[in-house]
C-alpha cells in the first residue's frame, strides 16, 4: 500500500517565517506595519519583532520604522519555499519543498523522504548541511548560505541500468544553469562534476533505492560554490565558486530557479525521447566525452587510458593504455592526465 507522504519534518524552517519573509520580499518599496504581518500570518506582533530579529542575524536588512513598521531594501538571497514556489509555479519541482536553516544533508532527508513515500518532485534545501556527503564516502563542505545545497527526489519509470543517464541529466542542468552566470565556459568531467578553469565548482551525489528491475526513488543532491570569496587552503588548487571566477556576487535564487527549470527540460526530454539527445548534449558540452587523457579510479583499480564516448547508458568507454581494449567505466572517480 502506498505510503501517505509527510506533513510536517522536524526541523524545516517555519513556514510563517517564510511567509513573513516572502511579504517583506514582495514589497520591497514599502513600509508594512508590525499589526498588518501578524495578521496576515497569523502571530502576535511580539511574534513578528522576535522573528525579524532572527531574520536579522541571518544578514536580512530589514530596517524599522518606529512607527510605520518593516520593510527591507532588497529581496535577501535565502532559498525559501514561497520565493521559489511563485517563481516554479505549475512545475513538479514546486510542489513540495522543504527548507532547512540547518540540517545533517539534504541527500540524507531527501532519501528519507522517499522512504516515507513523498511523491516525486520534492525538494529538499539547506541553508547549511553539518554532514554533507559527496562521491565515493567524502564529505561535502560548504559555509553557509554561500553556496546551493539541495536534493531532488525522483521517482523515475526507468530500469536502474539507465540510471546513469539521471546523473547525466542533472549534470546537464547544472551546467547550463551555471554558465550564464560565468564568462568562461563550465566544463563537465564525466559524471557530472562542474569545472571552469579545470577547477571544481559543483559536485552531484546520485543515490537510489531499486531492485534489478525498478528504481524506487531516486535522489540526486546537488552542491554549488556560488558566493565563497576563498576555498579552504587544502582544496584551493582543485576547487574554485562562481564567484572567485567572476569577482561578483550572483543569487543563489535566481540560479536555482533556472537550475530546476533546466532540469525540468532535460529531464522531460529524456523520459519523452530517451538517452540520445542527452548522450547528444554531453558530447556537445563536455571535454571528457572522447580523447581525454584520464586517470581512472574505481573501487577495484586504478588504470589510465583514453576516453571514447559514452555507452547508451551513460557509462564511460575508455580505451585502456595496457592494451586490455575498451572498458565501460560504472562508477569512478576520473582525472585529467597531461
Ligand atoms: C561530489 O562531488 O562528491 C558530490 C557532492 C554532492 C554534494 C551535495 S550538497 C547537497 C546534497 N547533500 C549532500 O549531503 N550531498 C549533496
Known amino acids: 500500500m502506498a505510503k501517505k507522504p509527510t506533513t510536517t519534518l522536524p526541523g524545516t524552517t517555519d513556514r510563517r517565517i517564510d511567509a513573513l519573509l516572502t511579504l517583506l520580499a514582495e514589497n520591497t518599496t514599502i513600509v508594512i506595519s508590525g499589526a498588518k504581518i501578524a495578521k ?128 547525466l541529466v542533472a549534470g546537464l542542468a547544472a551546467r547550463d544553469a551555471s ?12 559524471p557530472n562534476d562542474l569545472l571552469v578553469d579545470g577547477k571544481k565548482f559543483c559536485g552531484i551525489l546520485t543515490e537510489m533505492h531499486a531492485e534489478p528491475d525498478r528504481i524506487h526513488y531516486a535522489v540526486i543532491g546537488i552542491g554549488i560554490n556560488v558566493n565563497q570569496t576563498k576555498m579552504p587552503a587544502d582544496l584551493a588548487d582543485i576547487a574554485t565558486s562562481l564567484r572567485i571566477e567572476t569577482g561578483k556576487t550572483h543569487s543563489r535564487l535566481e540560479l536555482l530557479i533556472r537550475l530546476l527549470r533546466y532540469l525540468d527540460r532535460y529531464y522531460n526530454q529524456f523520459l519523452a525521447e530517451g538517452a540520445a539527445p542527452i548522450l547528444r548534449r554531453f558530447s556537445e558540452v563536455s571535454t571528457y566525452f572522447e580523447g581525454k587523457r584520464v586517470q581512472i579510479t574505481t573501487s577495484a583499480e586504478t588504470f589510465t587510458g583514453t576516453t571514447a564516448g559514452l555507452e547508451p547508458s551513460g557509462v564511460l568507454r575508455v580505451a585502456r593504455d595496457d592494451g586490455r581494449g575498451v572498458e565501460a567505466v560504472l562508477s569512478g572517480d576520473v582525472g585529467e592526465i597531461a
Open 179 to 190: 554558465a550564464e552566470e560565468l564568462t568562461a565556459i563550465p566544463d563537465i568531467r564525466w
Open 40 to 167: 496576515e500570518i497569523g502571530v502576535s506582533r511580539q511574534v513578528v519583532w522576535s522573528w525579524i530579529q532572527k531574520l536579522r542575524e541571518l544578514g536580512v536588512r530589514v530596517k524599522g520604522h518606529p512607527h510605520s513598521g518593516y520593510h527591507i531594501e532588497r529581496t535577501p538571497d535565502i532559498l525559501l519555499p514561497q520565493l521559489l514556489s511563485h517563481r516554479l509555479y505549475g512545475m513538479p519541482f514546486a510542489r513540495r519543498i522543504f527548507h532547512f536553516f540547518k540540517t545533517d544533508s539534504t541527500n540524507t532527508v531527501a532519501m528519507h523522504l522517499g522512504e516515507q513515500g513523498e511523491p516525486h518532485g520534492a525538494i529538499v534545501i539547506a541553508e547549511e548541511q553539518t554532514a554533507g556527503r559527496g562521491r565515493a564516502g567524502r564529505s561535502w563542505i560548504a559555509e553557509k548560505s554561500a553556496g546551493i545545497t539541495c536534493s531532488i527526489l525522483l521517482r523515475p519509470q526507468i530500469p536502474p541500468a539507465y540510471a546513469p543517464l539521471l546523473t
